[in-house]
């Protein structure tokens, strides 16, 4: 008997449809008409996130208004250090954050985005050095994450067309975790971050 | 080649369907889940202007993927490789498990924790990693629940649809270890008694077992599609990440995700978007699990190919709409299908799948009504193939006279009644913990392998006719 893999491949090629029409692709590549900073406002409410709004001056002092509860602020490698006057727990590939440290209580985590989609309300990390690895906007209860008007896209073939490398770990977040299982009651905050806050900046 | 594993149904439909039409609990929480759900997609899917757009290429993107199945795969194959994972390949599901269990063995585990994943639950995983004393923790609400209460899934998205919040209440505190034995039954409460049973699990976890939405051959990337978060814990926190994948998950492009991102949420939860997606390519260094595992399961999928009207069954993205719609699945719940798929798409893919067995009797679970294609994200015409499967199958009397009886059963309320009258009757002596173990003579052949659910005390109609 052959191996699995011969065997799968030859029953797939002596199986499939000999040709498919081609794909037709009369769908939106962009939502005309909106606008992306309104309707992103929208949904991130309609999520239960919290939403802010600030310019490159007042960044630092609303996102340290976000942080008076916190007892400690982790940030990744590379969240530009004047964003957050306080002391902070810089995660570091040499020195990176142990998961316990951000599982302990009151624990927030500050990080940028690669692209957001104001249709979905969806913020997308891409691991890239503001953002640090996918831990870190997974295990501490409270998330903020700062976007830049610049970085929001209408719909998604358009954030996903934005994306530098998709072979980067890529998380897609809309809203805090919820779970619908109970009597499809949504409930907020099961395992990620119970709270997210967005702050959306002007350059 | 045919499929094995959880898709093969014990019992002929009728036989199944009339057990589980007993249950008025069950019917009117399947009831009120369906219509939820069915509404709150209606409305979403109406925001989208170019929703029909995007179901017809969704339909060509799938359909050009079977025609160029091979080439996909190795381009998958050979992507993911190069970038640190490991790729295997399993016929059916007996070969499946035997590849992730040596894979957990080899890391001397004694745990996993998993993502809610269609692909394990139809290879029987669980159970085989039991067989050898690992321990699988679904690690999904509802799955969870699930597990905990010792029964199998009724919905592909929603799998404990059929419990309501104190039955899910008395199953935590009776079975999930350091539950209050005060705990409340309001779904916040169950919700954090869920997240501090599974924390400390997902932090000492060293193996992570998950399937996957989507494959992109050009790239190498799993995608996974989730809401609590647990699916991002199972896939980060993990030294070894082993993922189960049907071969017709094959995306060709990473840009194709533009299509499916769109319809998956929108069809299942009836939500914009779900709140959390993770995608994953290989290895990264220093970011998630540092070993990756791919098994690439078949277990009926090339049977399927080969026909030319039922292979579009393999488009499906899992999304349950059709379950949503559906007037018999509303009536009768997700078990009596007897296989992890149920519902119109089940009465199409998992005959196929298996090809032969008590699954010959789906096709006829269903009453052609159409509302399934209406609902279906990549517009598969599941009546079409239902009649296809109708002609092309044996009809053995007995088929036919079985087809006749569920439409019986389903014609009147009258009927349920004596029905679970007498099922009541029969299980006086067997309650235990709201599970009958075992049915009386001649449903005995079906419980012999599987639990189904105590009838209640007292049906609706019977304490309303009290009043
Ligand atoms: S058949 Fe269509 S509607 Fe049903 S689960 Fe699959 S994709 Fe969804």
Sequence with gaps: ?203 | MNGTGNIVALKPFPDAARLELDDAQLRANLRRATHTIRDKRLRVVGEVDDWEALRRAGAAIKDDVLARLPELLEQFEASVTRAGAVVHWARDADEACEIVTRLVQETAAREVVKVKSMATQEIGLNEALEAVGIEATETDLAELIVQLADDTPSHILVPAIHYNRSQIRDIFRSRMPGAAADLTDDPPALAEAARKHLRAKFLSATVGVSGANFAIADTGTLVVVESEGNGRMCLTLPQTLISVVGIEKILPTFAELEVFLQLLPRSSTGERMNPYTSMWTGVTPGDGPQATHVVLIDNGRTATLGDEVGRQALRCIRCSACLNVCPVYERVGGHAYGSVYPGPIGAILSPQMTGEGANKTLPYASSLCGACFDACPVRIDIPQVLVHLRQKGPKPPAERAAFRSLAWIMRDRRRYAAALRAARRGSAPLRGFGRLRRLPWPASAWTDSRDVPLPPKQTFREWWAKR
């Design chain 1, 1 to 203: 008997m052959s191996d699995a893999r011969t065997e799968i491949l030859a029953r797939v090629r002596a199986r499939r449809p000999a040709s498919a029409p081609p794909v037709p692709r009369d769908y939106r590549r962009d939502v005309p008409g909106i606008d992306v900073v309104e309707v992103l406002v929208d949904r991130l409410a309609d999520y239960k996130a919290g939403v802010h709004r600030a310019s490159a001056v007042s960044l630092a002092d609303v996102l340290g208004g976000l942080l008076t509860a916190s007892s400690t602020v982790v940030v990744p490698p590379g969240l530009p250090a004047s964003w957050i006057p306080g002391p902070v727990l810089r995660d570091s590939p040499g020195a990176p954050v142990p998961v316990a440290a951000l599982d302990a209580p009151g624990v927030t985590v500050v990080t940028g985005v690669a692209v957001a989609i104001a249709v979905t309300g969806t913020l997308i990390l891409d691991a890239a050095p503001d953002q640090g690895r996918r831990v870190l906007s997974l295990v501490p209860d409270h998330h903020v994450c700062v976007v830049w008007m610049d970085q929001i896209c209408g719909g998604v073939p358009a954030a996903l067309g934005r994306l530098t490398d998709p072979a980067r770990p890529l998380t897609l977040i809309s809203g805090p975790s919820a779970t619908s299982d109970i009597e499809l009651n949504r409930v907020e905050g099961v395992h990620g971050p119970r709270r997210l806050d967005v702050v959306i900046a002007t350059r």
